[in-house]
Nanobody, 129 residues
Framework: QVTLLESGGGLVQAGGSLRLSCAAS????????MGWFRQAPGKEREFVAG????????YYSVSVQGRFFISRDNAKNMGYLQMNSLEPEDTAVYHC??????????????????????WGQGTQVTVSS
């Protein structure tokens, strides 16, 4: 498993932007799909975005499509989530997660919690109205 640590959360006004970072350690990051999930108070954890091992194929949930952008730098073992046009409904704890691409095909797009075996502890994002 790879160890993940998020940073970059905070308090922002609606319409603002934040950039979350995810630092990976322990094992090489390259074979893993990187994902971001979030969990709001009283709600289940939900998928936000993912990116294939090369970084070339990002994919998103409908709720953040066009506002959030996921990227990664494998040379630095880092992942990122750029969040723009933030809304109060985006308030949640954001978790970075990693899922090993079983055949390194770049055609593996996991969206469920069960598919991700490594998790960070999360960073709080609060959007005020």
């Amino acid at each position: 498993q790879v160890t993940l640590l998020e940073s970059g959360g905070g308090l922002v006004q609606a319409g603002g932007s934040l950039r979350l970072s995810c630092a990976a350690s322990g094992r090489t990051f390259n074979p893993y799909v990187m994902g971001w999930f979030r969990q709001a108070p009283g709600k289940e954890r939900e998928f936000v975005a993912g990116v294939t091992p090369s970084g070339g194929k990002p994919y998103y949930s409908v709720s953040v499509q066009g506002r959030f952008f996921i990227s990664r730098d494998n040379a630095k073992n880092m992942g990122y989530l750029q969040m723009n046009s933030l809304e109060p409904e985006d308030t949640a704890v954001y978790h970075c997660a990693a899922s090993r691409d079983p055949d390194y095909t770049e055609a593996y797009y996991p969206r469920t919690e069960r598919a991700f075996g490594s998790w960070g502890q999360g960073t709080q994002v609060t959007v005020s109205s």
